[in-house]
């Protein structure tokens, strides 16, 4: 089993709608997540930490289900410019050593 | 602010040639890190180190070897390059000092390799 599993998508979505991506993780005892945006040939940027609590940063909302090992993403009111792969990524620990998921990508369209 | 350089960007190797890749960080980070990113796949760790003059190795260390002699500098070596090190690379910093968020990474902007 990896250790942070996505949907690989397509998500192919029209302008305006809502998408959520879903993350799953295996080690009960990570300590951090994140949200990661890379663009095609591009490296990853933060898009946004994730917190027990829940998280808001404009049109994009980050879930933790401690309990579930889950993580979500939501995207309200999709742009073009939200056309983009989004990486999940667990801190198990030490160092500030990260695992990847393997992304979903997301395509909005006209 | 330059944040996190990487040379060269591209680079065709044949089987068996060497080289280096090196990555360069303005922000005065303490840990740097090597990825690896092929197609399906997450990033994956090659090595990383904690400090100036200290490294340790990651998920998939076989075939490389990384050095860093000065804190803002951390060189990934093929000895030997194969097929199989195909890849887009990645390097990576961050700080356990910093004022925000202490794990977050910062990249730079890849290297691409083909080997032959």
């Known amino acids: 089993r990896k250790e942070v599993e996505q949907d690989p998508g397509p998500f192919n979505v029209p302008e305006g709608a809502t998408v959520a991506f879903n993350c799953t993780y295996s080690n009960s005892a990570s300590q951090s997540f994140f949200w990661y945006r890379q663009d095609c040939r591009k490296e990853p940027k933060l898009l946004m930490s994730v917190y027990s609590s829940g998280n808001e940063d404009g049109r994009f909302t980050a879930q933790l289900n401690r309990a579930s090992q889950y993580i979500s993403l939501l995207i309200r009111d999709s742009k073009l410019s939200d056309s983009a792969t989004y990486l999940c990524?667990?801190?198990?620990?030490?160092?500030?050593?990260?695992?990847f998921g393997a992304g979903t990508r997301l395509a909005v369209h006209p | 602010n330059a944040g996190v350089t990487q040379t060269p960007k591209f680079r065709v190797l044949k089987t068996g040639q060497s080289m280096t890749l090196l990555c360069a960080q303005d922000?005065?980070?303490?840990?740097m890190y090597w990825y690896r990113q092929d197609p399906g796949m997450g990033l994956r760790l090659i090595h990383y180190?904690?400090?100036?003059?200290?490294?340790a190795k990651g998920e998939v260390p076989d075939g490389y070897n990384v050095s860093r002699l000065k804190k803002q500098n951390f060189l990934l070596g093929l000895e030997s390059a194969a097929p199989s090190q195909t890849s887009v690379y990645f390097c990576a910093s961050s700080s356990p000092f910093s004022s925000g968020r202490t794990d977050t990474q910062y990249f730079g902007p890849g290297t691409r390799l083909t080997v032959l």
């Open positions: 180190s904690v400090g100036e003059g200290t490294t």
């Open positions: 990524v667990v801190n198990p620990g030490g160092y500030n050593k990260l695992i």
């Open positions: 922000m005065n980070h303490e840990y």
